[in-house]
């Protein structure tokens, strides 16, 4: 009696408290990881070799990529990327077979006030958004193919406009707008392609910390938690990740009081200009 009521507990336990995240369906995962020689790209190229995927790595750095590579296990390639992250070097790639498509590299970003500099906002347009259409574009049919999942790496401030951040920002409401467009496409046409928003905050990286050092009151979350939260949320197929979680209300909070939320938002930024 005593056993079978251990077995039913235990039933209903497995029922009830379910872990999405499987680490072992990203054994031998075929992904493609843009932005992987520093920061979070680097992380999750670290995570994704632990679960045994199969990793292709794309930045603009060869030498820095080739360090990232070394330091990992096997099946891990390097491609090096243009300046304006275009899709030629890495669309040759894409028909081997692709699982995952992580779109996470960032132009050079300017954590100032908006100086005028029309030229530097259409080249970031061109680096942070358009690269992801068209690399997500090409991919789309072997994704389709694979049951596969599209992950793009976004940022509080493709949500909410934050100061300091005019061109950046741009940017990653642009992707939000196109993908979230995009997956009730896919929904519709009944395409069994993923689409996951990653809305990070500030994350402890050497250029995050260095262009907002001595501009913001905000302490900034480790890079290795950001990145296993977006390997997280792509393998388990959930269309928005918030990290830190609480990036959640405040997205919330936001639409529904955007006065007052924009007057505490700016105390967190140190404007001493003239
Ligand atoms: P990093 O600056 O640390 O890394 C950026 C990566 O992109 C590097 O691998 C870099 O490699 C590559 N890269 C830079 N310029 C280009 C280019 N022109 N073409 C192609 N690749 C390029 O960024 P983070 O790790 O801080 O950010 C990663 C993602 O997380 C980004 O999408 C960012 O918007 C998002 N995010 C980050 C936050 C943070 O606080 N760190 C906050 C919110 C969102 P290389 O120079 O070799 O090309």
Same mark, same amino acid.
């Given at each position: 009696k005593a056993l079978c009521a251990a077995g039913i507990v235990a039933g209903l336990l497995a029922f009830f408290w379910k872990?999405?995240?499987?680490?072992? &369906?990203? &054994?031998g995962a075929r992904v493609l990881l843009t932005g *992987? &020689? *520093?920061g979070i790209g680097e992380q999750m190229a670290y995570h994704y070799a632990r679960f045994g995927a199969e990793i292709v790595l794309t930045a603009r750095r060869e030498a820095v990529l080739q360090k990232v590579r070394t330091s990992l296990v096997p099946h891990v390639q390097t491609f090096a990327m243009c300046e304006c992250a275009s899709i030629h070097p890495t669309l040759n790639i894409v028909p081997w077979g692709l699982d995952y498509l992580v779109l996470n590299h960032i132009g050079v970003t300017h954590f100032q006030m908006?100086?005028?500099?029309v030229e530097y906002t259409r080249w970031l347009m061109q680096v942070n958004f358009f690269s992801y259409v068209a690399l997500a574009t090409a991919a789309l049919p072997t994704l389709e193919k694979n049951k596969g999942s599209l992950v793009v790496v976004s940022s509080l401030t493709g949500k909410v406009p934050t100061p300091f951040t005019t061109s950046y920002s741009a940017t990653k409401f642009a992707l939000d707008g196109f993908f979230s467009s995009l997956r009730h496409e896919l929904i519709m046409q009944k395409r069994n392609v993923s689409i996951t928003l990653c809305i990070l905050g500030l994350i402890d990286t050497d250029s995050a910390l260095e262009n907002t050092r001595g501009k913001v009151y905000l302490t900034a979350s480790p890079a290795p938690e950001a990145a296993l939260a977006i390997i997280q949320g792509g393998a388990t197929r959930v269309q928005e990740v918030f990290y830190p979680w609480w990036l959640k209300h405040v997205c919330c909070l936001w639409v529904l009081f955007p006065n007052d939320g924009g007057q505490v938002l700016r105390s967190y930024y140190n404007y001493s200009g003239p």
């Open positions: 872990d999405p995240f499987n680490p072992v &369906s990203l &054994s *992987a &020689s *520093a908006w100086v005028g500099d």
